[in-house]
Protein backbone atom coordinates (compact mmCIF):
# COMPACT_ATOMS: atom_id res chain seq x y z
CA UNK A 1 0.00 0.00 0.00
CA UNK A 2 2.98 2.23 0.85
CA UNK A 3 4.61 1.61 -2.42
CA UNK A 4 1.39 2.44 -4.23
CA UNK A 5 1.00 5.77 -2.37
CA UNK A 6 4.38 6.73 -3.37
CA UNK A 7 4.11 5.94 -7.27
CA UNK A 8 0.80 7.94 -7.29
CA UNK A 9 2.66 10.62 -5.40
CA UNK A 10 5.42 10.61 -7.75
CA UNK A 11 3.27 10.75 -10.46
CA UNK A 12 1.35 13.72 -9.58
CA UNK A 13 4.83 15.84 -8.73
CA UNK A 14 5.68 14.70 -12.50
CA UNK A 15 2.91 16.47 -13.63
CA UNK A 16 3.35 19.23 -11.61
CA UNK A 17 6.74 19.84 -12.97
CA UNK A 18 5.60 19.08 -16.63
CA UNK A 19 3.42 22.19 -16.13
CA UNK A 20 5.44 24.64 -14.80
CA UNK A 21 7.94 23.96 -17.49
CA UNK A 22 5.66 24.76 -19.70
CA UNK A 23 5.11 28.19 -19.53
CA UNK A 24 1.85 29.02 -19.94
CA UNK A 25 0.27 26.34 -21.80
CA UNK A 26 -2.38 24.76 -20.47
CA UNK A 27 -1.67 21.51 -22.99
CA UNK A 28 -0.33 18.23 -20.94
CA UNK A 29 2.14 16.34 -22.12
CA UNK A 30 2.19 13.19 -24.27
CA UNK A 31 3.42 11.25 -21.47
CA UNK A 32 0.91 12.40 -19.60
CA UNK A 33 -2.16 11.90 -22.24
CA UNK A 34 -0.75 8.06 -22.56
CA UNK A 35 -0.70 7.58 -18.74
CA UNK A 36 -4.37 8.87 -18.71
CA UNK A 37 -4.91 7.07 -21.76
CA UNK A 38 -3.22 4.02 -20.63
CA UNK A 39 -5.18 3.83 -17.41
CA UNK A 40 -8.45 5.15 -18.55
CA UNK A 41 -8.27 1.90 -20.61
CA UNK A 42 -7.13 -0.57 -17.78
CA UNK A 43 -10.34 1.05 -15.82
CA UNK A 44 -12.54 0.24 -18.92
CA UNK A 45 -11.39 -3.16 -19.31
CA UNK A 46 -11.06 -4.40 -15.61
CA UNK A 47 -14.41 -6.47 -15.40
CA UNK A 48 -14.41 -6.63 -11.70
CA UNK A 49 -15.04 -2.84 -11.66
CA UNK A 50 -18.69 -1.71 -11.78
CA UNK A 51 -19.73 0.96 -13.51
CA UNK A 52 -21.01 3.01 -11.13
CA UNK A 53 -23.15 6.51 -11.16
CA UNK A 54 -22.71 6.15 -15.16
CA UNK A 55 -26.40 7.81 -16.11
CA UNK A 56 -27.33 6.82 -19.94
CA UNK A 57 -29.32 9.98 -20.30
CA UNK A 58 -25.93 12.08 -19.26
CA UNK A 59 -25.13 12.27 -22.68
CA UNK A 60 -28.55 12.68 -24.65
CA UNK A 61 -28.19 11.88 -28.92
CA UNK A 62 -28.93 15.26 -30.66
CA UNK A 63 -29.13 13.14 -34.14
CA UNK A 64 -31.58 10.40 -34.55
CA UNK A 65 -30.04 7.34 -35.75
CA UNK A 66 -30.81 5.69 -39.17
CA UNK A 67 -33.51 3.35 -37.86
CA UNK A 68 -35.24 5.55 -35.53
CA UNK A 69 -35.42 8.26 -38.76
CA UNK A 70 -36.86 5.45 -40.88
CA UNK A 71 -39.03 4.22 -38.28
CA UNK A 72 -41.30 7.34 -38.19
CA UNK A 73 -40.53 9.45 -41.37
CA UNK A 74 -40.50 6.72 -43.37
CA UNK A 75 -43.68 4.92 -42.71
CA UNK A 76 -45.51 8.17 -42.84
CA UNK A 77 -43.94 8.81 -46.30
CA UNK A 78 -45.13 4.83 -47.49
CA UNK A 79 -48.38 5.03 -45.16
CA UNK A 80 -49.54 8.63 -47.55
CA UNK A 81 -48.52 7.24 -50.72
CA UNK A 82 -50.29 3.87 -50.36
CA UNK A 83 -53.28 5.96 -49.22
CA UNK A 84 -53.15 8.37 -52.34
CA UNK A 85 -52.93 5.15 -54.65
CA UNK A 86 -56.26 3.79 -52.54
CA UNK A 87 -57.74 7.15 -53.10
CA UNK A 88 -57.14 7.89 -56.53
CA UNK A 89 -58.68 4.88 -57.67
CA UNK A 90 -61.39 4.67 -55.32
CA UNK A 91 -60.40 0.90 -53.58
CA UNK A 92 -62.48 -0.07 -50.24
CA UNK A 93 -60.01 0.54 -47.60
CA UNK A 94 -60.79 -2.45 -45.81
CA UNK A 95 -58.79 -4.19 -48.56
CA UNK A 96 -55.75 -3.92 -46.10
CA UNK A 97 -57.78 -6.19 -43.59
CA UNK A 98 -59.49 -8.78 -46.26
CA UNK A 99 -56.43 -11.13 -46.86
CA UNK A 100 -53.01 -11.91 -46.09
CA UNK A 101 -51.47 -10.25 -49.46
CA UNK A 102 -51.51 -6.82 -48.65
CA UNK A 103 -48.15 -6.65 -46.35
CA UNK A 104 -46.72 -9.64 -48.26
CA UNK A 105 -46.96 -6.69 -51.32
CA UNK A 106 -44.86 -4.36 -48.91
CA UNK A 107 -42.39 -7.06 -47.79
CA UNK A 108 -41.58 -7.94 -50.91
CA UNK A 109 -41.24 -4.14 -52.43
CA UNK A 110 -38.99 -3.81 -49.97
CA UNK A 111 -36.65 -6.79 -50.52
CA UNK A 112 -36.53 -5.66 -53.93
CA UNK A 113 -35.13 -2.04 -53.06
CA UNK A 114 -35.10 1.44 -54.69
CA UNK A 115 -35.76 1.94 -58.53
CA UNK A 116 -38.09 -1.23 -58.95
CA UNK A 117 -40.71 -0.17 -61.27
CA UNK A 118 -44.06 -1.91 -60.49
CA UNK A 119 -45.80 -4.06 -62.98
CA UNK A 120 -48.11 -2.89 -66.14
CA UNK A 121 -51.68 -3.09 -66.15
CA UNK A 122 -51.31 -5.71 -69.37
CA UNK A 123 -48.58 -7.78 -67.34
CA UNK A 124 -51.38 -8.14 -64.28
CA UNK A 125 -54.09 -8.67 -66.36
CA UNK A 126 -52.21 -11.72 -69.05
CA UNK A 127 -48.97 -12.78 -67.63
CA UNK A 128 -49.24 -13.07 -63.65
CA UNK A 129 -53.01 -13.91 -63.76
CA UNK A 130 -52.05 -16.37 -66.04
CA UNK A 131 -49.54 -17.39 -63.35
CA UNK A 132 -51.96 -16.97 -60.70
CA UNK A 133 -54.79 -19.37 -63.12
CA UNK A 134 -51.50 -22.16 -63.25
CA UNK A 135 -50.90 -21.83 -59.23
CA UNK A 136 -54.74 -22.28 -58.60
CA UNK A 137 -55.26 -25.29 -60.73
CA UNK A 138 -51.95 -27.39 -59.33
CA UNK A 139 -53.05 -26.22 -55.39
CA UNK A 140 -56.46 -27.75 -56.32
CA UNK A 141 -54.97 -30.81 -57.81
CA UNK A 142 -53.21 -31.68 -55.05
CA UNK A 143 -56.60 -30.77 -52.39
CA UNK A 144 -58.64 -33.28 -54.87
CA UNK A 145 -56.20 -36.28 -54.58
CA UNK A 146 -56.54 -35.71 -51.12
CA UNK A 147 -60.74 -36.26 -51.23
CA UNK A 148 -60.25 -40.29 -51.14
CA UNK A 149 -58.02 -40.50 -48.52
CA UNK A 150 -60.08 -38.34 -45.98
CA UNK A 151 -63.70 -37.78 -47.39
CA UNK A 152 -64.82 -34.07 -48.00
CA UNK A 153 -67.71 -31.71 -46.72
CA UNK A 154 -70.18 -29.96 -49.10
CA UNK A 155 -71.13 -26.90 -47.67
CA UNK A 156 -74.31 -25.09 -49.60
CA UNK A 157 -75.42 -21.63 -48.50
CA UNK A 158 -78.12 -19.12 -49.58
CA UNK A 159 -77.53 -15.44 -49.86
CA UNK A 160 -78.10 -11.86 -51.51
CA UNK A 161 -75.13 -10.44 -53.82
CA UNK A 162 -74.58 -6.75 -53.93
CA UNK A 163 -77.61 -6.45 -56.27
CA UNK A 164 -79.71 -8.39 -54.25
CA UNK A 165 -80.00 -11.09 -56.86
CA UNK A 166 -80.46 -14.94 -54.84
CA UNK A 167 -77.45 -17.10 -54.96
CA UNK A 168 -76.15 -20.51 -53.74
CA UNK A 169 -73.05 -21.00 -53.13
CA UNK A 170 -71.21 -24.73 -52.98
CA UNK A 171 -68.16 -24.84 -51.46
CA UNK A 172 -65.97 -28.19 -50.83
CA UNK A 173 -64.08 -28.69 -47.27
CA UNK A 174 -61.21 -31.42 -46.99
CA UNK A 175 -58.39 -31.48 -44.42
CA UNK A 176 -58.70 -28.43 -43.00
CA UNK A 177 -58.49 -26.55 -46.26
CA UNK A 178 -61.78 -25.14 -47.98
CA UNK A 179 -62.21 -24.30 -52.41
CA UNK A 180 -64.87 -22.63 -53.98
CA UNK A 181 -66.70 -25.16 -56.34
CA UNK A 182 -69.48 -23.09 -57.81
CA UNK A 183 -72.62 -20.64 -57.25
CA UNK A 184 -76.09 -20.89 -59.24
CA UNK A 185 -78.39 -17.69 -59.70
CA UNK A 186 -81.82 -18.68 -58.36
CA UNK A 187 -83.09 -15.34 -59.36
CA UNK A 188 -86.74 -15.98 -60.27
CA UNK A 189 -86.89 -19.44 -59.81
CA UNK A 190 -88.67 -20.75 -56.62
CA UNK A 191 -86.54 -22.45 -53.67
CA UNK A 192 -88.48 -25.66 -53.84
CA UNK A 193 -87.12 -28.82 -52.29
CA UNK A 194 -87.13 -30.32 -55.70
CA UNK A 195 -85.18 -27.63 -57.29
CA UNK A 196 -82.70 -27.43 -54.34
CA UNK A 197 -82.21 -31.48 -54.46
CA UNK A 198 -81.25 -31.51 -58.07
CA UNK A 199 -78.52 -28.78 -57.37
CA UNK A 200 -76.87 -30.47 -54.36
CA UNK A 201 -77.60 -34.27 -56.27
CA UNK A 202 -75.12 -32.51 -59.46
CA UNK A 203 -72.70 -31.68 -56.93
CA UNK A 204 -72.57 -34.66 -55.41
CA UNK A 205 -72.05 -36.35 -58.56
CA UNK A 206 -69.09 -34.33 -59.84
CA UNK A 207 -67.41 -34.54 -56.50
CA UNK A 208 -67.29 -37.73 -56.42
CA UNK A 209 -70.39 -40.05 -54.18
CA UNK A 210 -67.44 -42.27 -52.78
CA UNK A 211 -65.88 -38.78 -51.40
CA UNK A 212 -69.05 -37.37 -49.57
CA UNK A 213 -69.00 -38.30 -45.82
CA UNK A 214 -71.48 -35.58 -45.36
CA UNK A 215 -73.24 -32.30 -46.57
CA UNK A 216 -73.85 -29.05 -44.72
CA UNK A 217 -76.56 -26.78 -45.63
CA UNK A 218 -78.05 -23.27 -44.65
CA UNK A 219 -81.18 -23.46 -41.87
CA UNK A 220 -83.24 -22.37 -44.16
CA UNK A 221 -86.73 -24.36 -44.79
CA UNK A 222 -86.36 -24.82 -48.33
CA UNK A 223 -82.86 -26.80 -47.66
CA UNK A 224 -84.24 -28.69 -44.66
CA UNK A 225 -87.44 -30.26 -47.10
CA UNK A 226 -84.59 -31.57 -49.38
CA UNK A 227 -83.97 -34.43 -46.24
CA UNK A 228 -80.15 -34.91 -47.98
CA UNK A 229 -79.91 -37.91 -45.92
CA UNK A 230 -82.81 -39.36 -47.85
CA UNK A 231 -80.64 -39.13 -51.11
CA UNK A 232 -79.48 -43.30 -52.03
CA UNK A 233 -75.63 -42.13 -52.48
CA UNK A 234 -75.88 -40.08 -48.96
CA UNK A 235 -78.00 -42.94 -46.95
CA UNK A 236 -75.52 -45.57 -48.04
CA UNK A 237 -72.84 -43.62 -46.56
CA UNK A 238 -75.02 -42.84 -43.61
CA UNK A 239 -75.74 -46.41 -43.24
CA UNK A 240 -71.92 -47.57 -43.20
CA UNK A 241 -71.03 -44.51 -40.85
CA UNK A 242 -73.81 -46.09 -38.04
CA UNK A 243 -72.42 -49.66 -38.91
CA UNK A 244 -69.00 -48.61 -37.43
CA UNK A 245 -70.39 -46.22 -34.16
Request: glycine residues 8%.
Amino acid sequence: MKQAMKESRRIFEEGGQEHQQSGISSQPSNARIKRGLTRSFSVREGASIPPKGIDPYMFPSKQKSIKSLFSTEGVKKVGKAISKFFLFNAIPFNATDSGPYYQSMIDTIAEAGPGIKGPTGYQIGNTYLEEEVQELEVYITTLKAKWPIYGCTIMCDGWSSRTRKPIINFMIYCDRSMIYHSSVDTTNIPKIANYIFSLMDKVVEEVGEENVVQVVTDNEASFKAVDIGSMKQIKETLDQAKMIT
